[in-house]
T-cell receptor, first 114, second 112 residues
Framework: NAGVTQTPKFQVLKTGQSMTLQCAQD?????MSWYRQDPGMGLRLIHY???????DQGEVPNGYNVSRSTTEDFPLRLLSAAPSQTSVYFC?????????????FGQGTRLTVV | EDQVTQSPEALRLQEGESSSLNCSYT??????LFWYRQDPGKGPEFLFT???AGEEKEKERLKATLTKKESFLHITAPKPEDSATYLC?????????????FGKGITLSVRP
């Protein structure tokens, strides 16, 4: 089992560019979520999904969009990158207890916006 | 607002020197408290879930305990491979889709 796979692992963007961070899981989990991790801030929830076709905002959703057309995939779109979006992004999935509970995390995408 | 405070921020231990990591929390009804381990450059890895005060969970050299206000992660006779950042998170009783609130983490270094 691959678990949760994120691509790319590293990315550099120019201010104003857009891109999509990919996340795929092969565990048939209902719940998926995106977090960003910044030094001294802890993990913060960006968006989450409780199943295909259902998404909702987390703590820091501005500047990001998500969609969930399949159980397996949950891409995160940066609409117009800003330096404040420089961070490490983690995708997670879980099967019970709601989002985050006993979650499996991907390896992360380190994004730098210049 | 749910809050999680972890202390100390960093801890350096000698191999074999037991210690405890603290997680204090404020939540409007606790659904669960979670401990994760994170190695540099990796995603968090799930360790334990605790649901009610008095509950304890063990895994190898780690034991997690829970009271109504805090959780401790006890590390007995640590080894260098236990070096990592340990994250604590809480999930509130606000519905089936309630979200996790994370602390900032405790960076543990174990010297041989």
């Amino acid at each position: 089992n691959a678990g949760v796979t994120q691509t790319p692992k590293f990315q550099v963007l120019k201010t104003g560019q857009s891109m999509t961070l990919q996340c795929a899981q092969d565990m048939n989990h209902e719940y998926m979520s995106w977090y960003r991790q910044d030094p001294g801030m802890g993990l913060r929830l960006i968006h989450y999904s409780v199943g295909a076709g259902i998404t909702d905002q987390g703590e820091v959703p501005n500047g990001y969009n998500v969609s969930r057309s399949t159980t397996e995939d949950f891409p995160l779109r940066l609409l117009s990158a800003a330096p404040s979006q420089t961070s490490v992004y983690f995708c997670a999935s879980s099967s019970r207890g709601g989002i985050g509970a006993e979650a499996f995390f991907g390896q992360g995408t380190r994004l730098t916006v210049v | 607002e749910d809050q999680v405070t972890q202390s100390p921020e960093a801890l350096r231990l000698q191999e074999g020197e037991s210690s405890s990591l603290n997680c204090s929390y404020t939540v409007s009804g606790l659904r669960g408290l979670f401990w994760y381990r994170q190695d540099p450059g990796k995603g968090p890895e799930f360790l334990f879930t605790l649901y009610s005060a008095g509950e304890e969970k063990e895994k190898e050299r780690l034991k997690a305990t829970l009271t109504k206000k805090e959780s401790f992660l006890h590390i007995t006779a640590p080894k260098p491979e236990d070096s990592a950042t340990y994250l604590c998170a809480v999930q509130a009783l606000t519905g089936a889709n309630s979200k996790l609130t994370f602390g900032k983490g405790i960076t543990l270094s174990v010297r041989p």
